[in-house]
């Protein structure tokens, strides 16, 4: 069953997002934080999506709060600080919980992946990476220290690329 079945989540401006729009791609979906030490990974993430968009590939970054509060902006301001600090393109979300009682449905279905550690569930920290493939597979997860350049990450994104 495709990660993207049944799943509804608002864009960061507000209005549906449309997960559907990302069958037939690669998306590499991020809980994403703008006041964390991992926050740099923005710009890795940017470069990423500049990288691969034209052969089918997507960041969603997904921003959360409930890792020590590190996201508590407005969506409005969320996105100004991706944007002006960043140079962020990529599509994101409205802000959710990727854990607990209100886990997002979207994180529900990724969560249930293993990582090359064979972690599943919850969502460890900020930046924590899920590699879905054009048919809606979770295919790959990493670790929240795992550089959205690292070879592994690069490795899994070229792999599963549209063909």
Known sequence: MSVYDAVEIESLQGGPAGLS???GKAVLVVNVA??????????GLERLHEQYASRGFSVLGVPCNQFMGQEPG???EI????SATYGVTFPMTE???VNGDGRHPLYAKLVQAADAEGHTGD???NFEKFLVDADGEVVARFGPRTEPDAPEVVAAIEKHLPA
């Open 21 to 23: 729009q990302y069958l």
């Open 34 to 43: 703008s006041k964390c030490g991992l926050t740099p990974q923005y710009a």
């Open 74 to 76: 407005t969506s409005e």
């Open 79 to 82: 996105a100004e600080f991706c």
């Open 95 to 97: 802000k959710v919980d």
């Open 123 to 125: 969502i460890r920290w």
